[in-house]
């Protein structure tokens, strides 16, 4: 599978470009901004884009929804419980300074236990609340990675301050729902760099052993 990641926008999101190389068919998964480098790295591997997915709704991760998917044609999707966050995110960004758009409304949900399939690959999505409402990985098992958004980080976790977040909620959802994939699976979190479930299973110090 090929896997692009392109840090875009003032916070650096991790927005990922996902492809089958067989098919050329692909996927994006939170395009923050700069869509002009999102797309240029999609041409580059010759892909057409089916979806885009948001891993969850916060302003830094959906900004650039309306340019891309004017420019794809994609279909959009978000879980619902993270759908009210796309006509807030321009106020948002505004309060942290940073201009972004409001995003369309998806054209469908993301669910748990639901696949997302492009060419011969596919994601399952994994429903990870805590950091919002609406959280969800994606994870992929013929490849070993998931893609953990705002949820696990490279030695950390999200924050939980923000409207809708439950530290408690996290933890059971990183907890519940990650540590029990295999531990070689690659990590792809929204921020920073990757690491693995082992690592951050044995190391992390924001979730408690046990």
Do not use: W
């Amino acid at each position: 599978m090929i896997i692009e990641t392109v840090p875009v926008g003032p916070l650096q999101v991790n927005c990922y470009i996902l492809g089958c190389e067989e098919s050329g068919e692909g996927v994006v998964l939170d395009a923050g901004g700069s869509v002009d480098r999102i797309l240029g790295k999609v041409k580059a591997n010759g892909l057409q884009v089916r979806y885009l997915l948001s891993t969850h709704g916060h302003f830094d991760h959906v900004g650039g929804n309306r340019a891309f998917l004017e420019a794809t044609g994609a279909r959009y999707l978000i879980h619902e419980k993270d759908a009210f966050l796309l006509s807030m995110a321009s106020a948002s960004g505004r309060s942290f300074g940073v201009e972004v758009e409001n995003s369309p409304e998806p054209d469908e949900f993301l669910t748990d236990g639901m696949t997302i399939e492009f060419g011969k690959q596919q994601l399952q999505v994994i429903f990870t609340p805590g950091h919002s409402p609406g959280g969800c990985s994606l994870y992929c098992t013929s490849e070993g990675v998931v893609f953990t958004g705002d949820t696990l980080f490279n030695g950390s976790v999200g924050r939980t301050d923000l409207p809708g977040g439950s530290m408690e909620i996290l933890i059971r959802s990183i907890k519940q729902r990650l540590f029990i994939l295999p531990e070689t699976t690659r990590v792809y979190p929204g921020h920073g760099p990757s690491t693995t479930i082992a690592i951050e299973r044995i190391s992390n110090p924001y979730v408690p052993k046990g």
